[in-house]
C-alpha cells in the first residue's frame, strides 16, 4: 500500500496530502481512499487517518490546496514559524480554521478559510517548504480579524514574545495600509501593545489592570534590584512610581512548592519597599474580586511610596532582555540561558 513521505525532514510526523492514483503508486486508490485508513482533507485530497489533527498538520493539510505566489497567513503563519502560544484553537479547545491567502477562486473548506485580500509576492517567505505570509503582515492580520480588542492585543504581544515582529516594525507596516478591514483596531492595539509580556494571561491581567482598575500601565517583566545592584525579582508587572507589583500566578503555580517560592517572592519584595499583588488563575471566574485586591494594593503602595530601597536601573553586568531588539542582538548561548525562564515563570 502506498505510503506518504514525510512534508518536511525538519518536520517530523507532518504528511502532505496526496491525490487518487488508479495505478496506487503516488496516492492511494480509489478503493483504498474510502476506506477507514485514509481520511479527506477537502479538495479531492487525502492523508492517513491515524495522523493526529495538531495545528501543524491541520497547516499543511490547508496549504495544500495553493499554488506560486499564495500562501498561508495569520495565525497558523506564526506559528510555523516558531511563535509560541498561536496553538491554533479558541480556548484552547476549539480548533481554529486555517487562513489561506489565494490569486485565484477557492472555496473554504472544513478546516480552512479563504481570504481573497491582495498577496504581493514580495511578502511571501517559504519556511520548510511551506509558504506563509512575513511575519509582519500574518500578526497585522490577526490583529485586524480578531473578534475582540483582547484577543488582537494578545496576539502582537505574542508575536513580540518569540521575536519575530517588533512593535516598530508592524506599525511601519500598518502606517503604509489603506482603509482595510480592522485596520482601526490594529492602530490601537500598537497603542497598548508590550515587547516583554510573556503570556497571553499577562497581557489580560494588564488589560485588568488598566481598563477595569483605572490605575496607570505597568511596566512588563522589568527587573527590580537594591540600591546596591542585587537582583530582587522579575515581576510580571511594576508600576515604576507607586512601587505595585502584578504576579500572574498560573496553574504551575498551584503546589505546595510553587505556593512557596511565591511568598518567599512576596516577602524579598515587601523586604526593599514594593506592594505585591497576586491574580490567580482562579481570578478569572471573579474578576471584580481581584480589581479590589489590586486597587486596595495601589493605596497600599502609594502610602509607602517614600521608602524607595528598589530600582530598576539595571546595574552594568545585567544583561538587558525587555526589547524584541535586545533580544534579537543575543547569541545563541546567551538566548538559552537568559530567555529560557520565560516560558516557565508564564
Not at 517548504?129 to 503582515?137: H, S
Not at 526593599?272 to 493605596?299: I, K, N, Y
Request: net charge positive.
Amino acid at each position: 500500500m502506498f505510503v506518504p513521505p514525510p512534508f518536511h525532514e525538519r518536520r517530523p510526523g507532518l504528511v502532505a496530502p496526496v491525490r487518487v492514483d488508479p495505478a496506487g503508486q503516488r496516492g492511494p486508490t480509489r478503493g483504498q481512499a474510502r476506506g477507514r485508513r485514509w481520511r479527506s482533507t477537502g479538495c479531492g485530497l487525502w492523508v492517513p487517518a491515524e495522523l493526529p489533527r495538531t495545528s501543524a498538520q491541520r497547516t499543511v493539510e490547508a496549504a495544500a490546496v495553493l499554488r506560486d505566489e499564495e500562501a498561508v497567513t495569520g495565525w497558523a503563519a506564526l506559528s510555523w514559524m516558531g511563535a509560541a502560544w498561536f496553538d491554533g484553537t479558541w480556548d484552547g479547545i476549539r480548533p481554529r480554521p486555517v487562513t489561506v491567502v489565494p490569486r485565484r477562486h477557492v472555496m473554504a473548506q472544513t478546516g480552512f478559510e479563504v481570504s481573497q485580500e491582495f498577496l504581493h509576492p514580495s511578502e511571501i517567505v517559504v519556511v520548510d517548504g511551506l509558504p506563509v505570509t512575513a511575519a509582519v503582515r500574518s500578526v497585522t492580520f490577526e490583529m485586524r480579524y480578531a473578534d475582540s480588542f483582547g484577543a488582537a492585543l494578545e496576539a502582537m504581544d505574542m508575536a513580540c514574545y518569540s521575536d519575530l515582529v517588533s512593535l516598530a516594525e508592524v506599525r511601519a507596516y500598518v502606517d503604509q495600509l489603506g482603509p482595510v478591514t480592522g485596520i482601526q483596531q490594529a492602530r490601537d492595539v500598537l497603542l497598548e501593545a508590550d515587547e516583554n509580556s510573556w503570556s497571553p494571561r499577562e497581557t489580560k491581567m494588564r488589560g485588568v489592570w488598566t481598563r477595569l482598575a483605572g490605575l496607570p500601565r505597568p511596566r512588563c517583566n522589568v527587573p527590580v534590584f537594591t540600591r546596591d545592584g542585587r537582583h530582587v525579582g522579575t515581576p510580571d508587572m511594576i508600576d515604576p512610581r507607586s512601587g505595585l507589583v502584578g504576579l500572574y500566578h498560573g496553574d504551575s503555580h498551584l503546589s505546595l512548592v510553587g505556593a512557596s517560592k511565591d511568598n518567599q517572592q512576596d516577602a524579598d519584595f515587601r523586604d526593599v519597599g514594593l506592594e505585591p499583588v497576586a491574580m490567580f488563575a482562579t481570578d478569572w471566574h471573579d474578576v471584580d474580586d481581584f480589581v479590589r485586591r489590586l486597587s486596595a494594593a495601589s493605596r497600599r503602595a502609594r502610602a509607602r511610596a517614600g521608602r524607595r530601597e528598589w530600582t530598576i536601573e539595571a546595574p552594568s553586568w545585567w544583561t538587558r532582555t525587555e526589547t524584541v531588539e535586545q533580544r534579537r542582538a543575543l547569541t545563541a548561548w546567551q538566548k538559552e540561558r537568559y530567555l529560557r525562564y520565560r516560558r516557565a515563570a508564564a
